[in-house]
């Protein structure tokens, strides 16, 4: 039995070789996972039509060095994100993180009649980029970390 499942796990990692979705190993020296999010995840469950409610993230930096911090994300109408009550990340331009500091992420969810009875996702991101990095010329911004929290929320009536 245990041949059979080690078979078929060294087939499985063959084939997802094959596909490229394994991920390689960072290059020697790279620094990764810098970057933690407490909650992982925002998830607004299910709130009513007219309400409006907000929920945030700590995001703290792991690291052993500052790094410049951008905050970002992808959300559907019934989100919102940005300079939001209690948001202490950066998020219209770079800003200092430096080790083993923490910021807050907040996202606020206004569900309408419109999107009623559907899951809303999106996304916030939090990209770490390297701190010689010229803040006033993306060209020469190189990503240390990006960290992906979901957001989820459903409205009802």
Request: hydrophobic share 45%.
């Amino acid at each position: 039995m245990h041949s059979v499942r080690r078979l078929l796990a060294v087939a499985l990692i063959s084939l997802l070789s094959v596909l490229g979705v394994v991920a390689s190993a960072a290059p020697a020296g790279a620094t990764t996972g810098v970057l933690v999010a407490r909650p992982a995840e925002i998830d607004f469950h299910t709130k009513r039509v007219g309400t409006e409610n907000y929920k945030r993230t700590k995001i703290t930096n792991t690291g052993e060095t500052t790094v410049l911090l951008l905050v970002t994300a992808g959300l559907p109408d019934d989100f919102g994100f940005g300079l939001l009550p209690g948001q202490t990340c950066p998020v219209l331009e770079l800003g200092q993180l430096g080790a083993g500091e923490s910021c807050y992420a907040v996202v606020r969810f206004s569900p309408t009649e419109f999107f009623a009875g559907w899951l809303a996702e999106g996304q916030v991101i939090a990209t770490a980029y390297d701190p010689t990095t010229d803040p006033t010329d993306p060209t020469t911004w190189v990503v240390i970390d990006q960290l992906t929290i979901p957001v989820f929320g459903k409205a009802v009536l």
